[in-house]
């Protein structure tokens, strides 16, 4: 009986240290991905571009999948000692909304915030090491349709996500790059 629990507990944790693995090759979606997404937010809303406090700009019209009006903020951030350019992209909805719309009540019309954070070099070398977020209008992270957090290498070596879109930008992945402080 005592050789059976034990190797039951073997085989558990087999398992534990098999799916930390498989964890760790994911390229999101980790629970260390959503430690940093939730303190990339809180440097986000020291810079007032997320939360209660975050100014707005004048939206512009936007096209799927980001939403039907747009805000987009440049600048930089440090998260966990780590200093790197941010791109921070406010979603609008639903489909029709207006520019007045949004204006007169834009945290009724926020859908997601979608990030962009540059971590250290060799984060991820091949995508120009973006660390790529999607949040709710609150912060709080959002599932891809398998119900896995948004958060981290989004979704490299994969067909579809922000990656596999984004590669479609030249070479920064940044579709407006005009507009990136150098
Ligand atoms: C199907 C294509 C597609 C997917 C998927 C996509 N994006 Fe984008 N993204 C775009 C396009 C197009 C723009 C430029 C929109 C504009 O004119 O402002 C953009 C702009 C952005 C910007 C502003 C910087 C830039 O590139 O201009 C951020 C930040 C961003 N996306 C984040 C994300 C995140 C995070 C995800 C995944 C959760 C994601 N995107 C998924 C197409 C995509």
């Known amino acids: 009986m005592k050789h059976f629990v034990a190797s039951l507990a073997a085989a558990a944790l087999a398992v534990g240290a098999g799916s930390a693995v498989a964890q760790n090759e994911m390229p999101f ?23 209660e406090d975050r100014v707005t700009g004048l939206p512009y019209e936007g096209t799927q999948p980001h939403g039907m009006m747009l805000e987009t903020f440049y600048t930089e951030a ?14 609008y909805g639903p489909e029709g909304v207006t520019v007045d719309d949004v204006l007169s009540n834009p945290d009724n019309h926020l859908g997601a915030v979608t990030v962009m954070f540059r ?48 590669q479609g930008a030249a070479g920064d992945l940044v579709f407006t790059s005009d507009h990136l402080a150098e």
Not at 78 to 91: A, F, M, Q, Y
Not at 138 to 158: K, L, T, Y
């Open 78 to 91: 440090t998260v966990d000692g780590h200093t790197g350019d941010l791109i921070v992209k406010n979603n």
């Open 119 to 166: 971590r250290e070099e060799g984060y991820d070398s091949e995508n120009q090491d973006w660390f790529w977020v999607r949040y709710a209008a609150d912060g709080s992270i959002a599932n891809n349709p398998d119900g896995v957090p948004m958060a981290g290498r989004v979704a490299a070596g994969m067909d579809t996500g922000c990656i596999a879109c984004h």
């Open 29 to 51: 979606g980790s629970e260390h991905d959503v430690e940093y997404a939730e303190l990339l937010w809180d440097a986000m809303e020291s810079l007032n571009i997320a939360g």
